[in-house]
Every structure is written in C-alpha cells, then in structure tokens.
C-alpha cells in the first residue's frame, strides 16, 4: 500500500484494533503498537503522518504531522473516519458495482471427469 501511514498506539487493546480496522478500511496503511516500547520501535523504522493514542501511550506531539489523542466514545473516536480522511486527505471511495467474490465450484464438478 502507498500513501499515507498511520501508527496507531493504544493500550487499550478493544481501542487499538477499533481504530485499525476503522483506519485500514478506508484504504491507508495502518501499524498498531500497544505500549511504549512499541511506539518507539516503530517510530525508529518508519514515518508516520498521523499518530492516533489513548491516554496509556505518551507520545511527542513534533513525533508527526498529527498526532491525536483517541480516548473511548470520545468525539473523535466517534468521527474517527471523517477526521482521518480530512486531515490526510484520503478519498472517498465509490464503488458503482456491488462487489462480491464468486462462489467456487462445488466440489463434485472440480474432479468431474465427464462421466
């Protein structure tokens, strides 16, 4: 994935898998840490433009281009999708199809050998 990336540093592990699949949804690449020790390994090896915390996760507010603090029912976490695509400036996807994946074959017609 290119584009933008986002560090996402929670203690709170229902928060921290909230934020990810709510962040990598919208199609940016998105990294989850749970404590310090993680946010500063990560931060080591890459750039991130945001970084989204809770309260148990200390980090510098100079450590991105933003870095905000997402606490639970909270009104960013709320409107988390929105403030993301907004301050990355992420498209909107549309879809004009609906997709879907097809059904594979049923296992009798895999080994047919016309009989």
């Not at 946010?39 to 933003?66: C, F, N, P, W």
């Amino acid at each position: 994935m290119t584009g933008p990336k986002v560090l996402v540093a929670c203690s709170d592990s229902e928060l921290r898998m909230s934020c990810f699949n709510r962040v990598s949804a919208l199609g940016v690449r998105v990294d989850a840490v749970g404590d310090q020790k993680g946010l500063g390994r990560r931060t080591e090896k890459d750039k991130y433009q945001m970084i989204l915390h809770d309260s148990g996760v200390e980090v510098e507010e100079t450590s991105a281009d933003h870095v905000l603090l997402v606490e639970p029912n909270s009104e960013l976490e709320k409107d988390l999708e929105n403030q993301v695509r907004t301050l990355l400036d992420v498209p909107v996807r549309n879809i004009e199809e609906e997709e879907k994946i097809d059904e594979p074959p049923p296992p009798w017609l895999k080994n047919n050998r016309g009989w």
